[in-house]
């Protein structure tokens, strides 16, 4: 069974920090992978979406890097502004059988002071 | 439009009660997904239609029953829930089922179970 660890699960750093936000899963055979972001009682926004055979995605101040091999994907965030303060999820697909939904993390708490 | 809509966005039923959830989307998309989150949990996977047909996550009670009247509409039954199923549920899509695709997510239902 596929198993998504995010850490830290909570963070609050000053304004203006750079900042890694950190994904690791136990079964390497995924579609692929996407970052999330939910404000408090929210739906949920994607980021980014990393397919298994890229290395990584940017968008903006976010960049995310997958390493399918040994199960880890990392979200950067550059220049971090107050608005940036939400829950970050990370969520694989997996391959092969069954539904086809995302696996999730627990999710990484972000807190920007300003 | 890359907007997935879900009505209505509160709902307070007894255990007694019959209620649906709706979930819609004009994008295209071949699959449909509804998921469940607790309070301070990540999104659990539900259902999924992927080309109208059915894929369901064994843990999920008969109590949740959906429907896809066609590829742009997604229903979720609800009959004799538990207090226990108070949570958001969430309605997403994808271009289609077979994974690689970025699931785009809508605002939730927030259901509540007296």
């Known amino acids: 069974k596929q198993e998504v660890t995010q850490i830290p699960a909570a963070l609050s750093v000053p304004e203006g920090e750079n900042l890694v936000l950190n994904c690791s899963f136990t079964d390497s055979a995924i579609y692929n992978l996407q970052w999330f972001r939910q404000d408090p009682g929210k739906g949920l926004t994607s980021l980014l979406l990393?397919?298994?055979?890229?290395r990584e995605q940017t968008s903006g101040r976010l960049n995310a890097s997958l390493d399918k091999s040994s199960g880890r994907s990392t979200l950067y965030i550059a220049a971090s502004q107050p608005g940036d303060s939400a829950t970050y999820l990370c969520a694989v697909g997996l391959l092969g059988g069954g539904a086809d939904g995302l696996t999730f993390g627990k999710g990484t708490h972000l807190i920007i002071q300003p | 439009d890359t907007e997935v809509t879900q009505t209505p966005k509160h709902l307070v039923m007894g255990m007694t009660n019959k209620k649906s959830l709706k979930c819609e989307q004009h994008m295209g998309h071949r699959a449909m997904y509804w998921y469940k989150q607790k309070a301070k949990k990540p999104p659990e996977l539900m259902f999924v239609y992927s080309y109208e047909k059915l894929s369901i996550n064994e843990s999920v009670p008969s109590r949740f029953s959906p429907e896809c009247p066609n590829s742009s509409l997604l229903n979720l039954h609800l009959h004799a829930l538990q207090p226990e199923d108070s949570a958001l549920y969430l309605c997403a899509s994808s271009p289609a089922g077979a994974g690689g695709y970025e699931q785009y997510f809508g605002p939730g239902t927030r259901l509540t179970v007296t």
């Open positions: 990393i397919q298994s055979s890229q």
